[in-house]
Nanobody, 125 residues
Framework: VQLQASGGGLVQAGGSLGLSCAAS????????VGWFRQAPGKEREFVAA????????VYAESAKGRFTISRDKTKKAAYLQMNSLKPEDTGVYYC???????????????????WGQGTQVTVSS
């Protein structure tokens, strides 16, 4: 599976951005897509994830109520709609995927085998 993330940019605090993650390859099995982000000097952290079959979603506490993850199975694409952005949301956002994700591991970086190249999100105050 190859992943291509896009949609980052510069936005003012309180604004919105939408990210896309296009996949090529198989989405069979227990396929799921996750979004992670990494701020300068910090570890990469979980943001949100979605299971392809059934559409179960999980969110980091920091994302709940502001971010929405979704997927379009026909396009093999996942999306992250980010609203009410804050300066602390700044970072490089990565999409990740795997064909063997179980619900309890959706928040774990180690569970994802495939990673996209990342897209920069900058929120100015």
């Amino acid at each position: 599976v190859q992943l291509q993330a896009s949609g980052g940019g510069l936005v003012q605090a309180g604004g919105s951005l939408g990210l896309s993650c296009a996949a090529s390859g198989s989405t069979a099995g227990s396929y799921a897509v996750g979004w992670f982000r990494q701020a300068p000097g910090k570890e990469r952290e979980f943001v949100a994830a979605i299971r392809w079959s059934g559409g179960t979603t999980v969110y980091a506490e920091s994302a709940k109520g502001r971010f929405t993850i979704s997927r379009d199975k026909t396009k093999k694409a996942a999306y992250l709609q980010m609203n009410s952005l804050k300066p602390e949301d700044t970072g490089v956002y990565y999409c990740a995927a795997d064909n063997s994700i179980i619900l309890s591991s959706m928040r774990s970086r180690a569970a994802y085998k495939y990673w996209g190249q990342g897209t920069q999100v900058t929120v100015s105050s």
